[in-house]
């Protein structure tokens, strides 16, 4: 069982940046490929982008490819999502999710936070 935190969220204009954090606790977080998804109200949860157990794969969606970046650091049960040159239809909630694979993938996640809000305005 993996436990999930999302922090970071916030309000923030067109350009800017934010920084999420997503802090694991249970078993060993280094175990797990993790994922970052978004919902936008009245739209379906699409992915945004995954990291595996180490990091040596990162798949992005091509709506946030060369603007976010994700990152992990295992030995403080962490994962981040770096959010730059943020646009209003970014604004969405923000989870994090985990895997019980070291592999990287768009779907097949088994542990979810509660989600972070992320407003982009105009």
């Known amino acids: 069982q993996v436990q999930l935190v999302e922090s970071g969220g916030g309000l923030v204009q067109a350009g800017g940046s934010l920084r999420l954090s997503c802090a694991a606790s249970?078993?060993?977080?280094?175990?797990?490929?993790m994922g970052w998804f978004r919902q936008a109200p009245g739209k379906e949860r699409e992915f945004v982008g995954a990291i595996s157990w180490r990091g040596g794969t990162i798949y992005y969606a091509d709506s946030v490819k060369g603007r976010f970046t994700i990152s992990r650091d295992n030995a403080q049960n962490t994962m981040y999502l770096q959010m730059n040159s943020l646009k209003p239809e970014d604004t969405a909630v923000y989870y994090c999710a985990a895997r019980s694979s070291m592999i990287a993938t768009i779907d097949g996640y088994d542990y979810w936070g509660q989600g972070t809000q992320v407003t982009v305005s105009s």
């Open positions: 249970g078993r060993t977080f280094s175990s797990y490929a």
